[in-house]
C-alpha cells in the first residue's frame, strides 16, 4: 500500500523557517518524483515544488524561488521542503504527491493527508 505522510507543519512569525517532510512507502522510492502542493483557504491546490528521485532534477514555483529547497534522503525514503523567509501568503495545508502510470497504463495519483503551515504578520 502506497502511503505518503507529511509532518513540520507549524505556527511562525513571517520570516522565519520550517522544514516539512514526507515520508513515503509502499513503491520504489528512487524510481518516481516528490511534489508539494499546497491549498490556502478558498484557493485551488497549487504546486510548489518537485524533485524527481532518479535524477536529482527539482522544480520550483516562481514565488518560492530562492526561498524554499527541495531535496531527499533516499535511504529514508523521505523528501524534505526546507521553507525559509516565510510569508503570510505561505499560510496553506501542505501535500505531498507522488503520482505514475502504473503497468496497466492507469493514472495513479497518491496524496498525503497534509500538514498546516501558518505564517503570523
Known amino acids: 500500500e502506497v502511503q505518503l505522510v507529511e509532518s513540520g507543519g507549524g505556527l511562525v512569525e513571517s520570516g522565519g523557517s520550517l522544514r516539512l517532510s514526507c515520508a513515503a512507502s509502499g513503491f520504489t522510492f528512487d524510481d518516481y518524483a516528490i511534489a508539494w502542493f499546497r491549498q490556502a483557504p478558498g484557493k485551488e491546490r497549487e504546486g510548489v515544488s518537485a524533485?524527481?528521485?532518479?535524477?536529482?532534477?527539482?522544480y520550483y514555483e516562481d514565488s518560492v524561488k530562492g526561498r524554499f529547497t527541495i531535496f531527499s534522503d533516499n535511504a529514508k525514503n523521505t523528501v524534505y521542503l526546507q521553507m525559509n523567509s516565510l510569508k503570510p501568503e505561505d499560510t496553506a495545508v501542505y501535500y505531498c504527491?507522488?503520482?505514475?502510470?502504473?503497468?496497466?497504463?492507469?493514472?495513479?495519483?497518491?496524496w498525503g493527508q497534509g500538514t498546516q503551515v501558518t505564517v503570523s504578520s
Open positions: 504527491n507522488a503520482d505514475w502510470v502504473d503497468g496497466t497504463g492507469a493514472y495513479r495519483a497518491y
Open positions: 524533485i524527481s528521485n532518479s535524477d536529482g532534477s527539482v
